[in-house]
């Protein structure tokens, strides 16, 4: 579905990615973990290319999204995105902002980009404030809108990049519980997140980062039972206590 | 009253209304236009300038350091007597259209440029992820939000705008200043003239001028 090739990230003199490659199956659901500034941000927001790499390749779906004149949109469509900071768009209101993509780039009838929109709104619980506007609504609303607009371009992936870090505590969980609710279907997924819980309870895989690096990956079990590496067991001890 | 502003003067003046009255009718079209015409530069040239591309910025930039740093009589002049030397013969409305147009577009790109930055990064990161082009992002998800910030200073670039127009009274535009000035040359009622001129341009321009403190008191708030 992914596939990440020898890729090198720089920005300026700071090397952000190093050689990762890392393939994401069809279905699978992965999360990536890590202290910050390890590149973990920059490694998923690298999958759609928000982040072009200095070297390597990306395909996503058989697209070399690295290649000279690639189709980048036209794969973005599948690929949808959640953010840390929800990036609602604040002058439309919550319904528009389901509908505005899928009508005026997949060119989806008005109708039936609503019609999907208000039952993704319904999922998520908030049918109710389709016609609300982003302001009026808290942190945790507003990504719970982001997700639904996000689902609303019936992508095959979603990556999520550390969608729970910009709320307060208390409306972490109904974030939470709608991507738990999500995961149960086929739709591939790659999680940022410092959520251990939420790791443990959906992740095919997780990824530990550090430096740049992919330093380990596994199970959720092989993990949080018996990581090997000495900076995993360290981050994990660190994350695990504060929790 | 005698002298500049004896009353037969003041009265030459409402007997020949029409002469202000076309001149008005004149400042107001050109102004229309040229403004229509700094809009649509300004936007395109103040997106060009937000973009990643080296080449665009440089072209922008090009457009909009000539225009600010050279003086609009000089850009009319050349319109007006250098363009012929090119085989291009402009009729003077066009000149004026153009060169206040132009003139002020390169002003509404910068107004435009901040407007654009002020809406956070995320907004047109949001709009990639979702397949939106550089383009179409900026006319659906950037451009209307920066809209709201760079009203206020846009009224105020039709303000000047509407004044520069006077300009075109140095190449025999037609429009008020040039009627004014023609009207007055000739019998030499330079000040009631001159009066009745400016007020005429407190009428088009003090509206405009108020609405636009009015948004910006409105933003301020809501900011």
């Given amino acids: ?243 | 009253m005698n002298g500049a502003f004896a009353d037969y003067k003041w009265a030459a003046l409402v007997s020949d209304w029409t002469v202000f009255g076309e001149g008005f009718a004149h400042t107001v079209l050109v102004s229309g236009l040229a403004l229509l015409l700094a809009l649509l530069l300004g936007g395109f040239f103040g997106v060009l300038s937000s973009g990643s591309s080296k080449l665009a910025k440089g072209l922008a930039r090009v457009y909009i350091e000539s225009i600010q740093n050279t003086p609009l009589v000089i850009q009319v002049f050349f319109l007006y007597h250098a363009l012929p030397h090119l085989g291009i013969m402009l009729p003077t409305f066009a000149v004026g259209v153009l060169g206040v147009g132009v003139y002020h577009g390169a002003y509404v790109s910068e107004v435009v440029r901040a407007g654009i930055q002020a809406v956070p990064r995320g907004q047109l990161e949001a709009a990639y992820s979702q397949g939106f082009s550089f383009w179409r992002a900026m006319r659906h998800i950037i451009l209307p939000q920066a809209k709201r910030m760079a009203f206020p200073p846009l009224t105020n670039q039709a303000v000047s705008l509407i004044k520069n127009t006077s300009v075109l009274a140095m190449v025999a535009g037609g429009e008020l200043m040039y009627q004014a000035d023609s009207w007055s040359s000739s019998n030499l009622y330079y000040g009631p003239a001159y009066v009745a001129t400016g007020i005429l341009y407190i009428a088009l321009c003090l509206p405009l001028a108020t609405y636009a403190r009015r948004l910006e008191e409105q933003t301020g708030v809501k900011g």
């Avoid at chain 1, 689902?151 to 870090?165: G, H």
């Avoid at chain 1, 997140?193 to 790791?199: D, I, L, P, R, V």
């Fill in chain 1, 1 to 243: 579905m992914i596939a990440l090739q020898g890729i090198q990230k720089y920005f300026g003199a700071n090397h952000v990615l190093k050689d990762i490659d890392l393939t994401v199956a069809p279905g699978e659901k992965l999360v990536v973990i890590g202290p910050s500034g390890s590149g973990k941000s920059t490694l998923i927001r690298s999958m759609n290319l928000l982040e072009m790499p200095s070297k390597g390749k990306i395909v996503v779906d058989g697209v070399d999204l690295t290649a000279p004149k690639a189709e980048v949109e036209k794969v973005r469509e599948s690929v949808a995105m959640v953010f840390q900071q929800f990036n609602l768009y604040p002058h439309k209101t919550v319904l528009e902002n389901l509908t505005l993509a899928p009508v005026l780039i997949k060119k989806v009838p008005k109708e039936a980009a609503e019609e999907s929109g208000l039952a993704f709104l319904d999922r998520v619980g908030l049918k109710n404030k389709a016609h609300a506007y982003p302001a009026q609504l808290s942190g945790g609303q507003q990504q719970r809108v982001a997700i639904a607009r996000a689902l609303n371009m019936k992508p095959r992936v979603m990556l999520f990049d550390e969608p729970t870090s910009a709320l307060d505590p208390e409306m972490i969980q109904e974030v939470l519980d709608v991507m738990v609710d999500l995961a149960k279907e086929g739709i591939t997924m790659v999680v940022v997140t410092h959520e251990m819980g939420f790791a443990r309870q959906v992740a095919d895989r997780v990824i530990f980062m550090d430096a740049g690096r992919i330093i380990e990956q596994g199970t959720p079990e092989h993990f949080f039972v018996n990581p090997e590496h000495e900076r995993t067991q360290l981050f994990l001890s660190k994350i695990l206590r504060s929790h």
